[in-house]
């Protein structure tokens, strides 16, 4: 007899629990008895002579194998308290059915969730019978009611099908986890594998319900996953945990899909796919995860900031070239004029005093605007280099302001500009270098006419106030547009106004800011392009103090 049938009548029994079965062919004019399993196989031979006087009944009720004396007789001897008859397979061509016979000492083993049970298997119980009789039809010499020919015979080789052979094969060779659920959801059948990684032995399995070998956990959703199979008929995936017989947590994919016969649900198929490794890599990679993106956003920013660093130095490349030619320039425009002008007096002896004199003084100017311009720029890298010091004194604002603005008369003069000073009429001093306030006041105010347009105006505003002076220093001139505003202090740096280009070198403003911090005091700017400018100067007047001040 084939092996799955035996397995299939194991499986019932089990479910059932009943002590022994019978598989019973009948037609119009015989029966066999197909198999005999259980503990008391001979107890039941009277019962097989009572099946052998059936053989002319036409059909075979219930009640009428219930009213079988041998069975009767049997309740009593081995204490039968319940049997169960159903029809497992009818052949309607040969006009004859197989039905299968299970007695119990349980009072309640059949009862409706039992028998529902047993009924899902007997599909699979169905298959195999049909598969095995018709061999026995058609290869076999026909077995007559000879009970130990049949059982002979079923135990013989040949029997399995093809199709058989290669499900069983299939299940062998599959690694994955393959079961039958019957429509409880109790198991009926699981692959060697799945058995294996489960580490339960195929009896500990068989009967039991799918959900006591999933982690509690994860029952919900597997129970909602088995609704969801049977509403939509498709096959349908879940991962869940099962949980091992030594209680190992094992990550699983499950596909499950539906069996039915006539529209009646009889089972479940299923499949399970080992998820752990994949799991575990899942992890790692969700581990690792911000790390890459952390990874990534470092790499970008060291790019940005290699980028940064080039343009930096791309840019005070830039700005280092562009003053090279700005002060070469500078210098070259007042050595032109002393050059041209020392040349004329030396070329031309009959040169009017009056004349000479003129010349003169624009050689003696020319060569001061040098000699200022060479100091600023020695000035700023005297600073970088740590190596200047202030030379403080008590300075007088007031008077040091009307100098400036007197050596500045001529220049606004040229350009028909209003220098105006507002100042109070008591004194105003404070604690400075002289000379390098001088330079603030005189890069400021020079400034202010430079890039204030004829018939402008420039006003210098000094207030008295209680630590410290304020010096205001406003034009009407050209302005400064807003974006080039944060950069002004910067070395080099020049606002660029094409068409409309004033020779300059871009120094002035770095050697202010770069005296006034000496001076602990602060520089802001307010322009507008068009609309003139207001440096605001604020120093203290005593430097101890503020000093002192800022630490506190
Ligand atoms: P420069 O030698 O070019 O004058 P500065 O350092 O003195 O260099 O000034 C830097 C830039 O600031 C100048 O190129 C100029 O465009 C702008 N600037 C300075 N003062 C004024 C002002 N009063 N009005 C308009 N623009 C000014």
């Known amino acids: 007899m084939s092996e799955l049938l035996k397995n299939t009548l194991q499986i019932i029994s089990r479910i059932s629990q009943s002590k022994c079965g019978y598989l019973v062919r009948i037609d119009n004019s015989d029966f066999d008895v197909i198999s005999v399993w259980g503990e008391n196989k001979e107890k039941f031979q009277p019962l097989n002579n009572s099946l052998l006087k059936l053989k002319k009944s036409s059909e075979v009720e219930f009640n009428f194998v219930k009213e079988l004396p041998e069975l009767k007789n049997l309740f009593t001897e081995i204490s039968i308290n319940t049997f169960f008859i159903q029809e497992v397979h009818s052949f309607r061509e040969r006009n004859e059915s197989v039905y299968i016979l299970l007695f119990s000492e349980m009072a309640e083993a059949f009862n409706e969730e039992c028998k529902d049970r047993i009924i899902s298997v007997l599909t699979i119980l169905s298959g195999h019978v049909k598969e095995l009789l018709h061999v026995v039809d058609h290869d076999v010499d026909k077995t007559t009611g000879d009970n130990e020919n049949l059982q002979v015979t079923s135990e013989g080789n040949g029997f399995l099908s093809e199709w058989e052979d290669n499900f069983k094969g299939l299940l062998e060779v599959a690694t994955d986890l393959v079961f039958i659920l019957d429509k409880s959801g109790n198991i009926v059948l699981v692959n060697e594998a799945?058995?294996?990684?489960?580490?339960?032995?195929?009896?500990?399995?068989?009967?039991?319900?799918?959900?006591?070998?999933?982690?509690?956990d994860f029952n919900n959703s597997a129970s909602e996953a088995f609704e969801e199979a049977i509403k939509t008929k498709n096959v349908t995936r879940f991962e869940t945990i099962l949980v091992s017989k030594y209680d190992r947590q094992l990550a699983y994919e499950i596909s499950i899909r539906l069996i039915s016969k006539n529209g009646k649900v009889s089972g479940m198929l299923g499949t399970g796919k080992n998820i752990g490794k994949l799991k575990h890599f899942e992890k790692e990679i969700r581990k690792l995860k911000p790390k890459i993106v952390e990874a990534n956003r470092l790499i970008k920013l060291e790019r940005a900031r290699t980028k940064k660093h080039e343009s930096l130095v791309e840019e005070l490349n830039r700005l280092k070239s562009e003053f090279i030619s700005n002060i070469s320039h500078e210098f070259r425009t007042p050595l032109a004029s002393i050059i041209g002008f020392s040349e004329t007096i030396e070329s031309d002896p009959d040169l009017p005093p009056e004349m000479k004199k003129e010349f003169n003084n624009i050689i003696l100017n020319e060569g001061k605007r040098l000699a200022k311009l060479i100091k600023s720029v020695l000035d700023i890298s005297k600073i970088e280099g740590g190596k200047i010091s202030l030379n403080?004194?008590?300075?007088?604002?007031?008077?040091?302001?009307?100098?400036?603005?007197?050596?500045?008369?001529?220049?606004?003069?040229?350009?028909?500009?209003?220098?105006?000073?507002?100042?109070?009429?008591?004194?105003?001093?404070?604690?400075?270098?002289?000379?390098?306030?001088?330079?603030?006041?005189?890069?400021?105010?020079?400034?202010?006419?430079?890039?204030?347009?004829e018939y402008g105006r420039v006003k210098i505003i000094t207030n008295n106030l209680y630590r410290e002076v304020e010096i205001i220093v406003?034009?009407?001139?050209?302005?400064?547009?807003?974006?080039?505003?944060?950069?002004?202090?910067?070395?080099?740096?020049?606002?660029?106004?094409?068409?409309?280009?004033?020779?300059?070198?871009?120094v002035g403003l770095v050697f202010v800011k770069q005296m006034v911090d000496l001076h602990k005091g602060l520089i802001t700017v307010q322009s507008e392009a068009g609309s003139g400018t207001s440096f605001i100067l604020k120093l203290p007047k005593n430097l101890k103090i503020e000093k002192s001040e800022v630490t506190s």
Request: proline share 4%; no cysteine; net charge negative.
């Open 392 to 453: 403080r004194s008590t300075v007088n604002v007031v008077d040091l302001l009307l100098n400036v603005i007197e050596m500045n008369k001529e220049f606004a003069g040229q350009k028909n500009i209003d220098l105006n000073f507002e100042h109070p009429s008591d004194e105003v001093t404070l604690e400075a270098d002289k000379d390098k306030l001088s330079g603030v006041f005189e890069a400021l105010i020079s400034n202010a006419i430079k890039f204030t347009n």
């Open 474 to 506: 406003s034009d009407t001139g050209i302005g400064i547009p807003e974006k080039d505003l944060p950069y002004i202090f910067q070395k080099f740096y020049r606002v660029s106004r094409p068409g409309s280009e004033i020779p300059g070198t871009g």
């Open 194 to 216: 799945g058995i294996l990684t489960l580490e339960y032995t195929l009896d500990e399995i068989k009967g039991k319900h799918f959900l006591e070998f999933v982690n509690v």
